[in-house]
């Protein structure tokens, strides 16, 4: 009788532990932390990079409602402006500093954005970077032709939309890609970091992506670039942990950005892909950060199995994403839906 019951009982376990990796939107460690430690967050000073839309944006408003000083950065100062009208807490809009910066732009450029976010608080340095701003952008038109002269803008924007084979990307995207994703962020870190040991403390949130942890078929300079930054940021940590400094890396997977700039829309017109809410990707990167977790995922399904596939038993996942790959790059030629577990079949079908 007892051995029933156990079995009983551990097939239910069982069930339950299913049922909620099927709904989680985020890995087991993530998961299990059901609040923002606020006391954490509250009162320090956080720069956000990339801050005039998508998660910047929805990043910038959340933190503000947490009592955060915020500093937030773009090249869109208009944007950034409009950002910070849109805030309300303790400390703003008021309070909000506006600070534009092109993470291209070079390192005397970088250096006094640095020189300049440190001062603008008296007697606070920077406690929180959050690396958000990236930049992918497309070898052509084919895809989102309204979309091809966007510059700098929020992590996942350009991830989500535009895909291309690997050997179809020109040297100027990626040396563009790797200024901004990588050079121009590493640069802003190198300059940032030597403040913050001289106080023993500061924490990096780098908004990096599922294609940093999994191959990105359509998206290899991208996922490089993602690749490069869990590298350094990681290494970093190690190097520097004991002196006081804290890194989170975020990993997120396919992500809603509509901020009412009208990409939203061609997006939805494009794909039926599911996708997190901007909001749950925000709040969840605060969890992540107000907890010192030091790397977070953060997905639906079928994107956060793949990852675990990747991670733990690699010869599976990447026979998975190979036997994907070509029929990913082909579904977004034709806006296809690129997450569909119908790509392991050849089939993907266009709303």
């Known amino acids: 009788m007892l051995a029933v019951v156990f079995f009983w009982v551990s097939f239910l376990l069982l069930l339950l532990l299913l049922f909620k990796f099927a709904t989680a939107h985020g ?27 998508g998660i910047g944006e929805v990043l910038a408003k959340q933190l503000a409602g947490l009592g955060a000083k915020l500093i ?25 500093k506006v600070l534009p910066l092109d993470l291209s732009s070079g390192e005397n450029k970088l250096k006094e954005a640095v020189e300049i976010a440190e001062s603008l608080f ?26 091809s002269t966007l510059k700098c803008v929020s992590n996942e924007f350009f991830g ?20 901004v994703n990588v050079l121009g962020t590493i640069s802003l ?23 940093g942890k999994t191959p990105a078929p359509g998206q290899a300079v991208y996922s490089a670039s993602k690749h490069a930054l869990n590298g350094y940021f990681h290494s970093l940590r190690s190097e520097l ?79 998975l994403m190979d036997k994907i790959g070509g029929n990913r790059v082909e579904a977004a030629a034709r806006k296809g839906n690129t997450y569909s577990l119908s790509l392991l079949f050849g089939k993907n079908k266009s709303s």
Request: net charge positive.
């Open 27 to 53: 890995d087991f460690t993530l998961m299990s932390k059901k609040h923002v430690k606020r006391e954490e967050i509250e009162d320090k000073v956080v720069w956000i990079t990339g801050a005039s839309r």
């Open 72 to 96: 937030i950065s773009a090249r869109d100062e208009a944007g950034l402006e409009r950002v910070k009208n849109e805030l309300s807490g303790k400390f703003a809009p008021n309070e909000v």
């Open 122 to 147: 008296p007697g606070s340095g920077v406690d929180y970077m959050i690396h958000n701003a990236a930049f992918e952008r497309p070898t052509s038109n084919h895809y989102i032709p309204a979309l």
């Open 160 to 179: 989500n939309f535009l895909k291309s084979t690997a050997l179809d990307v020109s040297e100027e995207s990626m040396k563009t890609t790797f200024d």
């Open 189 to 211: 870190t190198r300059l940032l970091t030597p403040r913050m040991l001289q106080r023993g403390q500061g924490h990096f949130v780098v908004m990096s992506s599922a294609a």
């Open 241 to 319: 942990y004991h002196k006081g400094i804290r890194v989170t890396v975020v990993c997120p997977g396919p992500i809603e950005t509509s901020t009412g700039s009208g990409a939203e829309a061609i997006r939805k017109k494009g794909t039926s892909e599911k996708r997190l809410s901007s909001e749950r990707c925000a709040q969840l990167t605060i969890i992540a950060a107000s907890h010192n977790l030091k790397e977070v995922w953060i997905s639906s399904q079928p994107v956060l199995a793949v990852m675990y596939l990747v991670q733990y038993m690699p010869t599976i996942g990447y026979w």
